[in-house]
């Protein structure tokens, strides 16, 4: 793996994404531990993202549980179709949140979270684990996280 990252100056988010994506690859290589991997990439997400929460949910016996993750303290298990989490799973696709408040059922860790994206990731056509991004600000996730990050989650798909 590599053992530095670089991380982007730029205040451009797409800039930031494009020198991350190919380091999360090569941060990854080799090694065949999942949670290993999905650790280095939860760190190398808010290092260079600077994301307020950043972390996985894996599917173990039909409850979403806490993996490995950077920030405050979070909720362990979440039920299907519960939050934004449990939504994703299983609806199977990328849920973005612009205003916490306004998601029904959404699941406040933190009171501090206002903005959110839940991104699944497949084994079998069926979602093997969620990544969830929380922001302390309203809005401030976009289609460029989502095309970033579903990269991210392709990626990670060849690691399950
Ligand atoms: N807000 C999420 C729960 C997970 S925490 O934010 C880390 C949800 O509604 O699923």
Redesign the pocket.
């Known amino acids: 793996m590599a053992e530095e990252l670089l991380v982007s100056t730029s205040s451009d988010k797409k800039e930031k994404y494009n020198t991350l994506i190919p380091q999360v690859e090569a941060l990854t290589s080799g090694e065949p531990d999942l949670i290993a991997n999905l650790s280095n990439i939860a760190a190398a997400l808010r290092q260079t993202m600077g994301f307020f929460?950043v972390?996985f949910?894996l599917v173990k016996n039909n409850q979403?549980v806490?993996g490995p993750?950077q920030?405050p303290i979070?909720?362990t298990r979440?039920d299907f179709g519960?939050?934004?989490?449990?939504?994703?799973w299983k609806e199977k696709r990328t849920i973005l949140?612009p205003n916490?408040d306004e998601?029904p059922?959404?699941?406040?860790?933190?009171s501090a979270?206002k903005s959110?994206i839940?991104l699944p990731a497949f084994k079998n056509g069926e979602v093997a684990l969620v990544l969830?991004v929380?922001s302390d600000r309203l809005n401030d996730f976009d289609h460029n996280d989502q095309v970033a990050l579903e990269k991210v989650m392709r990626h990670i798909e060849k690691l399950l």
């Open positions: 929460w972390g949910y979403l806490l993750f920030g979070a909720c979440i519960k939050g934004v989490c449990g939504a994703s949140v916490v998601f059922g959404h699941i406040a860790c933190s979270s959110e839940v969830d929380d």
